[in-house]
Structure formats: structure tokens, C-alpha cells
């Protein structure tokens, strides 16, 4: 069992910058994939970004490339979103989830565990 709670939202500028973080407890949290979703009134739920158990590899979706950074603290039992020059379009609930395997999966149905979400709002 992996409980995860998010941290780190906020409301911003455009082309602000906010730090999400993903903490997690359980004894093996550095043998899952964890992704960041986001959803925005009225949109399914999107896969922003995921990174493998060992930092190895790394899922961005289209919209955040340059622009987001995903990363991982095995010690710490934290994975980080970096996310730089924020638009508006940005604005939604980001949720962390885990899942175990060895993929970066962007699929929400692929994991088994996910926090309560943080706000993110991006004002114009």
C-alpha cells in the first residue's frame, strides 16, 4: 500500500514558475512509476508526465515539453514536477499516482495509487 500526497500548488503568473512535490510512504516506493495527471473542469483526466522506478526514463506529454521536468528522490520517498514558463492552459487539479512496473505509462486506468491533488492556477 502507497499513500501520496501533493504539495506545492498555487496560483501564479504567466511564465511563473511552481515545484510540485509527490511524498510517499511505504517501504518500496522506489520500485514504482509515478506520473503527474492533471484535470481542468470539464476535460479528462491527462498525463502531464511519468518517470520510472530509477529516474531512468521519463514520459512528457506534448504540451509540456521544454517546459516541465519530472524527478525523483528514491532516499526521500518524493518525486518533483519543475514546472517553468506556466500559461493559463496549464490551470487544473494535479493529481500524483503510482503504479508498479517499469514503464512510464500515461494511461490513468494503469495506476493503483494516487493522491488528492494539489490546485494549479495560472493567471493571464
Known amino acids: 500500500q502507497v499513500q501520496l500526497t501533493e504539495s506545492g500548488g498555487g496560483l501564479v503568473q504567466t511564465g511563473d514558475s511552481l515545484r510540485l512535490s509527490c511524498a510517499a510512504n511505504?517501504?518500496?516506493?522506489?520500485?514504482?512509476?509515478v506520473a503527474w495527471f492533471r484535470q481542468a473542469p470539464g476535460k479528462e483526466r491527462e498525463c502531464v508526465s511519468a518517470?520510472?522506478?530509477?529516474?531512468?526514463?521519463?514520459y512528457y506529454v506534448d504540451s509540456v515539453k521544454g517546459r516541465f521536468t519530472i524527478s525523483r528522490d528514491n532516499a526521500k520517498n518524493t518525486v518533483y514536477l519543475q514546472m517553468n514558463s506556466l500559461r493559463p492552459e496549464d490551470t487544473a487539479i494535479y493529481y500524483c499516482?503510482?503504479?508498479?512496473?517499469?514503464?512510464?505509462?500515461?494511461?490513468?486506468?494503469?495506476?493503483?495509487?494516487w493522491g488528492q491533488g494539489t490546485q494549479v492556477t495560472v493567471s493571464s
Open positions: 511505504g517501504r518500496t516506493f522506489s520500485s514504482y512509476t
Open positions: 518517470i520510472s522506478w530509477n529516474g531512468g526514463r521519463a
Open positions: 499516482a503510482a503504479t508498479i512496473g517499469g514503464g512510464t505509462y500515461s494511461t490513468p486506468s494503469l495506476y493503483h495509487y
